[in-house]
């Protein structure tokens, strides 16, 4: 009975998280939005290298979604210009944590830990709109706790965003990806998840 009580209690504390943090996360990209009204719109805010960091949370589809609830963690962005105020390659590095879901016995599993590396193209069609593909090398850091058998996987992640201007070569970069990684095991399935992503931006 008491296995019982806290199984329940976990899975409302892990949806009261994961409703927090996206809560967080919208009303942070609503009041930017009204204050970046005021401000001069530029398509990409600075003609210079950017660098921006700050938290990423996701959720699991498919397959992916059926052991694991939700992700956290963040990511550090540079984007060199290659065309002025218009296209920037930009290179990524992150670590995210996916939250195991509970068995039919109560029991959690273990959580799912990768390190992306990444590396693509960001172009911004109008002003500060911009739309972006990466695609890289995930590494596993927990390999045996999850029972992998593959230590890195292969994945890409298209993008759209926008970039708010804060004043000056401050900014705030807010964009959703879609992104897949290919099998951590043999006979496994792909691992895809939805994301989103609020990083502060600083022009260099």
Not at 166 to 180: N, P, S, Y
Request: net charge positive; hydrophobic share 40%.
């Amino acid at each position: 009975m008491n296995k019982l009580y806290n199984t329940t209690n976990n899975k409302k504390m892990k949806n009261s998280i994961k409703i927090g943090v996206l809560s967080l996360a919208l009303s942070a990209i609503f009041s930017l939005t009204a204050n970046a009204q005021d401000t001069k719109p530029a398509t990409s805010g600075n003609s210079g290298i950017r660098i921006s960091i700050g938290p990423d949370a996701g959720i699991p589809v498919s397959n992916f979604g059926d052991a694991y609830d939700w992700s956290f963690g963040g990511s550090v962005q540079a984007d060199f210009p290659i065309l002025k105020d218009q296209l920037y390659a930009t290179f990524n590095a992150g670590y995210l944590n996916f939250f195991a879901k509970d068995n039919n016995a109560g029991v959690t599993g273990e959580d799912l830990q990768l390190i992306p590396l990444k590396a693509g193209l960001k172009y911004f069609p109008i002003h500060n709109f911009y739309v972006q593909g990466e695609a890289g090398a995930a590494f596993l850091a927990n390999k045996k706790d999850v029972g992998a058998t593959k230590s890195a996987a292969f994945v890409y992640a298209p993008q759209v965003g926008y970039l708010f201007n804060l004043g000056g070569k401050h900014a705030i970069d807010a964009g959703v990806r879609f992104e897949g990684n290919s099998k951590f095991t043999d006979n496994g399935s792909s691992n895809n998840y939805f994301a989103l992503r609020v990083a502060y931006s600083l022009g260099l």
